[in-house]
């Protein structure tokens, strides 16, 4: 259990690539496991109870992909990665069901780090995959469960990044790929240790850009890091930058009629992200004797977003509001009658956003590898504190259509002037635009302070039992700079949220080739400014868009049971097995607002649960190496729920209720977004010592689609089949489609060649086979046909569309290295 200062960063080591230098560990090596986010003594990972999956840079470079995420949805067990945003550094991860989506209104569940800092973004706990470049990563753990140890969000699990340094990356690579879509990456990267080997440091800038796949759709991201740091026998600190300036255009969701056999399609445009990023971090480790580590870190984070949405316009107006009466005087008295019906407002929209987020906070613990009452025990106690704060606004730029009274055959007035231009883009000005308004402005207030502690205490050379405990006390203030504390749809409010989180766990190894396990876990997860001030069912929002009123919100508490084994059949194969159960209570969700067709609100939803199991084999034989994976997840809602969507079929007005288009969930009904089965592959053959060859194949069964939480849409049947709707807009239907997307099988390639002298070969292919699939569908409305003119309102199915065939071809070199290179 006494394990030398080296062996804290042991993961973050065996996974790294020196330049111009062997690996000096390989994965084999890598038996150790910090028990928090912070680095601390290690513990064998044999006696952890979990199913721990690791991931090495030099399998994540090597591999098809162009973020961690993409690694990570070939290879790891019960993960899958989603371009909901329609970008592919804008990925949606989810592992056993639970979200790391970079979009808000995303159910978000795992918890992102980063050399021990969290990294989720505080205006909506999302992760920003193109804030973490792919060429600093030293190491990587997906650690699952609700393990409290990785505080908030860690609902389903949490990812563990570590950065590599000077130590690992020594001397200058220069690397350079072109491919497919336009796409142009350069990396320029230089590592060092000094003379006397107490410093080392370590920079890297790359730059990529590409066209896309789909139309309107480029890319153009930089991406800085840079780390220093210092060591003697006793002490270690490390400082580290990381810098972003990415331009991201992720067009997403396509209504299927719109596709016609051209799947690079969009929908509407622009949706451009401009992600501006500075990340400063100091850690450190300090033996105090052979026996007790202090360690931790402090950071400052600046994170600023900018966002540009053309979209479709759709909003309700109540009779008797005085938006109504503004309108109705624009429009005539048609909107103004003395019934209780709605106006319904269309035409194209521009929503800019801006939000400008500053973090900063500290962790600290202490570590004591002390025996307790003669047997092996490691005892952790810690603190940290967190504080954001966050200031977001939102503008729109509204250009009419029309308008229409809901539910009425009233002629109300159409413009003649288009809103939108051949290429969906809005045309802001003409009969029907209205001058810029300002929609959403708050300042918001988040701090979380925390302490926790965990044991693992081995009560003999077989049994060994861990548990631990962490409190965490979270407090938002929002506060409303756009109308006041006075107005009743205020965002102002204050709300408070405390719990304690406990884990236990226990660990069986009968022999050095079996370990068997079993834990318990409870996480939780604290809404934050964004959720809070989107949660009045009576003022729904546009994400990322406006906000109104806050009605207060309960935190998400998960649990969760985990049982596993892991070992060895022989020398050659390994393999690990778990099962798993997780309930989520007071889940919070983004649905549909009452009486409105394109806005929505957080809220509540009772229960949900999710439950699998994963099988895992591998092996290597002389030079070939392979593995193999299973994963059944099955994600359900645990409470009964009404949901809100015009295009799914069995949504209706029952008993006359004001709200429109309700259909039920029940309990047992699917969550959509989640394939139930999934099978992944991977194989690698050393041709020769210097060329290798490699290949993934992944499988993932249908899933249902957003907008069909109950599992009963009907394709093809009313509100979907054609007909004639009700007020002067509507016209022919065409067919929602189906409430899945069906099941897809994709294989890639990647080979690298040395040809010695520091230069190096690769080339890298996806969909091979160039199949056409869907990785995502939702149910909802559009105000285009399938020749893209605006008009009638459709219902239809919007899909995102799986990438085709592509590759790309690379060159780097290296010079300078490590002297055990030479």
Known sequence: MKIKLSAIVALALASSVSLGAAEKLTTSTINVYSATPLPSLGLPLNIIPANIQIATPKAINAQSGVSLADYMNTNMQSVSATEMGGNPWQPEVTFRGYSASPLLGMP?????????????????????WDKIPNFAIGGMQLVPGSNPMYGLNTLGGAIAIQTKSGRQAQGVGIEAEYGSWNRQRALVEYGGVSKDGSMDFYIGHQTTKEDGWRQFSPSH????????????????????????????????????????????????????????????????????????????????????????????????????????????????????GDDDEPCELRGSVL?????????????????????LMGKKNQFIVGTGFDYSLIRYKQSELVNLYGVEKIGGMDALPTFSDPVFDSSREPILTGTGALPQTQTVGLT????????????????????????????????VDNDDTLRGAASPQTLTAVDDYKRLNPSIGITHTPTDRLSIFGTYSESS?????????????????????????????????????????RGSLTEEIKWNASIYHAMNHQDLMFVTARNTISRGYYTNVGRTERQGLDLGLSGQHDRFKWNASYSYI????????????????????????????????????????????????????????????GSNLVYFSDQFVLGNENNKHQANSAPCSSGTGVGGLEGNRAACGSGKISDYTVVNLDTQYNFGGGWKAFAKAINIFDNDYYVAGRLAETGFNSAGVFGDEIKSRGVIPGAPRAAWIGMRYEFGGAPEAK
Request: aromatic share 10%.
């Open 525 to 565: 997860r604290a809404p934050t400014s964004i959720e809070l001030g989107c949660s009045n069912p009576d003022y729904g929002c546009l994400l990322p868009s406006a906000m109104a009123d806050d009605p207060p919100l309960k935190q998400v508490v998960a649990k969760t049971y985990d049982f596993g084994a």
């Open 634 to 693: 099955s994600a359900e809602f645990d409470s009964d729920l009404t949901l809100i969507n015009s295009a799914n079929s069995t949504a209706s007005n029952v008993g006359g209720s004001p709200v429109k288009n309700m259909y039920y969930v029940t309990k047992g009904d699917r969550m959509p977004s989640i394939p139930e089965h999934q099978f992944k592959a991977r194989a690698q053959y050393d041709v020769t010592p210097n060329w290798s060859v």
């Open 351 to 371: 929503n800019t956003g801006s939000t400008k987020q500053d973090n900063y906070g500290f962790a600290g613990q202490m570590t004591f590898n002390q025996d």
């Open 108 to 128: 978000q569940g795992m918890s992102t780090y980063v050399d021990g800092v969290r990294v989720n973004e505080p205006f909506g706990d999302v992760t920003l």
């Open 221 to 336: 991201l930089n991406q800085t890091f840079a780390k220093t740091g210092w060591q003697s026998e006793k002490t270690k600190l490390d400082l580290s930058y990381i810098g972003t300036d990415n331009k991201l255009i992720g067009n997403g969701f396509t209504p299927e009629h719109m596709l016609s056999g051209d799947r690079d399609q969009i929908h509407t445009r622009p949706d451009w992200t401009n992600n501006y990023y500075h990340h400063l971090a100091l850690n450190g480790s300090h033996w105090v004797n052979n026996d007790v580590m202090l360690s931790g870190n402090a950071y400052y984070r600046k994170s600023n977003r900018h966002t540009k949405n053309g979209d479709l316009y759709e909003s309700e107006l109540a009779h008797g509001s005085a938006q109504h009466q503004i309108y109705g005087t624009r429009f005539g008295t048609a909107c103004v």
């Open 444 to 475: 918001g207030k988040q701090w979380t302070a925390s302490l926790f502690a965990t044991d693992t205490l081995s009560l003999n050379d077989k049994w060994h039992l861990n548990a631990g405990a962490r409190y965490n006390h979270t407090k």
